[in-house]
């Protein structure tokens, strides 16, 4: 089955503490896309008892990037899944893209499941000031795992706002692995976001205002 012309893929990139993971949300929201999200799909993956699954829970825990093969491979089977789903409208792919190897296997398999007509790469773009400051700030649930950031109104939140569950220090949030992570984003994910420029595909926001604001700058390249 081909895809219409109206269907979306849309994949989110930026540092650590750029929102990139609330503005795909909020997009997969917007236009009744699905959210493709390696946070929570590694996770989800976590709990299959096999090898990977518990390699997973080792890996992830210490904080260390998860190999690109066992990315792609994840992110093969979340789309194989979504192709199952006759009137999917599109998607949203957030976290796959970290290094140039991973963008170029990533537009394979978007061009193998025939997804690759409407692909749009935002780029959210914010300070290494600014990325510190909101990742040490920001907590995480410790039941469901979902990412509470340090903006407006989630400040205020006592307790997960989705399922109740107490709200922790994400264990790799902590200056050493931040500082790993944003070197990491130099020296690697700076290389798969030129390819995707000189593509002529890369779309750049400004990622420092306010969670609404900086959607209504997406919604308007889009
Ligand atoms: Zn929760």
Redesign the pocket.
């Known amino acids: 089955m081909r895809l219409s012309k109206n269907q979306k893929v849309i994949i989110v990139m930026g540092p650590a503490g750029s929102g990139k993971g609330t503005q795909a949300k909020l997009l997969a929201k917007k236009f009744g896309l699905e959210y493709v999200g390696s946070g929570d799909i590694l996770r989800a993956r976590q709990k299959v008892g096999d090898f990977t699954g518990k390699k997973l829970i080792k890996v992830m825990g210490s904080g260390a990037l998860v190999p690109s093969f066992v990315v792609v491979k994840t992110l093969g089977d979340a789309l194989e899944r979504l192709k199952r789903q006759p009137k999917i409208k599109g998607m949203v792919l957030d976290g796959w893209t970290r290094i140039i190897f991973e963008a170029i296997l990533t537009d394979e398999a978007l061009n193998w499941y025939d997804w690759d007509k409407n692909v749009k790469v935002i780029l959210l773009n914010i300070s290494r000031r600014t990325s510190y400051n909101r990742l040490t700030k920001r907590r995480q649930?410790k039941?469901?795992?979902?990412l509470i950031p340090w903006a407006g109104e989630f400040k205020k939140l006592k307790k997960?706002d989705?399922?109740?569950?107490e709200l922790i220090t994400r264990v790799d949030d902590n200056l050493e692995s931040i500082k790993k992570r944003l070197e990491e984003y130099k020296n690697q994910t700076m290389k798969a976001i030129n390819y995707y420029r000189k593509q002529g595909r890369l779309i750049k926001i400004n990622g420092e205002p306010s969670i609404e604001d900086i959607f209504k700058e997406i919604l308007k390249t889009l």
């Open positions: 649930c039941k469901c795992g979902r997960c989705k399922c109740g569950g």
